[in-house]
């Protein structure tokens, strides 16, 4: 069998180191990274962010990102927990009907 010259990885995407530019744009990406985190690790607010992914992303894939933010509860920790509890009000209110 012939040993291949390609560099053996073991995470398929490994995780940027904290802090870099390029750890701040995989965090705004991520869903369950909210803007308080962020700001919390690297110091950066929610507008730096924006202005961030404004210049290192294409200006399709920004708009993506926005619409996608505007539409997603989870990247602020009080909407994701306003959510969360309101999720827990219907499954508790269905686990009672169903009884």
């Excluded at 012939?2 to 701040?24: A, F, M, Y």
């Excluded at 705004?28 to 962020?38: L, Q, S, V, Y």
């Excluded at 306003?82 to 009672?96: F, G, M, P, T, V």
């Amino acid at each position: 069998m012939k040993k291949s010259h390609r560099p053996i990885t073991r995470k398929k995407n490994p995780e940027p180191k904290i802090g870099s530019k390029d750890w701040i744009i995989w965090a705004a990406w991520a869903d369950r990274i909210t803007f308080e985190d962020i700001k919390f690790l690297t110091g950066k607010t929610e507008s730096d962010v924006i202005k961030i992914m404004r210049r290192t992303l294409e200006p399709s894939s920004f708009r993506l990102w926005r619409k996608r933010i505007k539409s997603k509860s989870i990247k602020h920790r009080k909407k994701f927990e306003y959510s969360r509890k309101l999720i827990r009000k219907k499954i508790k209110k269905n686990e009672i009907l169903n009884w």
